[in-house]
């Protein structure tokens, strides 16, 4: 089994940042994918971003050359690191990983509050 705990959220003004960690355990070994997906009131979850054990990232257009994802497979932990954000960026942030696509695991969720 794998357990995902998300930590960093928060309420930010708009044009503010915050940095999301998500730190696995467990069967972590297994996770060549770990990334960040995000579901807003009324709205269905969607990627944010993602990221392989080998680096390569893919993001939502929505936050491209806004936030960065990173991951450190030392720790078994992915990063995303939210720059100018937006009222719109407000959702709850899940923490997502697995052995592939569709993500298999996921966190509990942590909630980004982004005020105008």
């Known amino acids: 089994q794998v357990q995902l705990v998300e930590s960093g959220g928060g309420l930010v003004q708009a044009g503010g940042s915050l940095r999301l960690s998500c730190a696995a355990s467990g069967r972590a070994f297994m996770l060549n994918y770990m990334g960040w997906y995000r579901q807003a009131p009324g709205k269905e979850r969607g990627l944010v971003a993602i990221?392989?054990?080998?680096?390569?990232?893919s993001y939502a257009d929505s936050v491209k050359g806004r936030f960065t994802i990173s991951r450190d497979n030392a720790k078994n932990t992915v990063y995303l690191q939210m720059n100018s954000l937006k009222p719109d960026d407000t959702a709850v942030y899940y923490c997502?990983?697995?052995?592939?696509?569709?993500?298999?695991?996921w966190g509990q969720g942590t909630q980004v509050t982004v005020s105008s």
């Open positions: 990221i392989t054990g080998a680096g390569t990232t």
């Open positions: 997502g990983a697995g052995p592939s696509r569709p993500i298999s695991y």
